[in-house]
């Protein structure tokens, strides 16, 4: 059973960074895709960033600002947040999906930039 765990996120004043993490009950090897989803209320949820091999995906809106990376233990990604927005507050999501195609949630936090 795979149990995604988020970390991190808070208040943040514009312009300030965040580093959310998200740990895995199981090595991230066992995972096809791993990535950051998130959702403003009122509003879908929308891809941030996605890591599929060695490559990367990010939302237009987040490209040079936020960024996927692992720790050498192989159990938790990060998402690095940069130069935020008032746009970026949102409830943040990670997420993996499986090599069998099943798709796991992290419990979601909550990132509000304002000042």
């Known amino acids: 059973q795979v149990r995604l765990v988020q970390s991190g996120g808070g208040l943040v004043q514009p312009g300030g960074s965040l580093r959310l993490s998200c740990s895995s009950s199981?090595?991230?090897?066992?995972?096809?895709?791993m990535g950051w989803y998130r959702q403003a209320p009122g509003s879908q949820r929308e891809l941030v960033a996605m890591r599929d091999g060695d490559t990367y995906d990010y939302a237009d809106s987040v490209k040079g600002r936020f960024s996927i990376s692992r720790d050498d233990a192989k159990t938790k990604m990060y998402l690095q947040m940069n130069n935020l927005k008032v746009e970026d507050t949102a409830t943040y999501y990670c997420?993996?999906?499986?090599?069998?195609?099943?798709?796991?949630w992290g419990q979601g936090t909550q990132v509000t930039v304002s000042s």
């Open positions: 199981t090595s991230i090897f066992n995972f096809a895709r």
């Open positions: 997420y993996v999906q499986l090599w069998s195609n099943a798709n796991r």
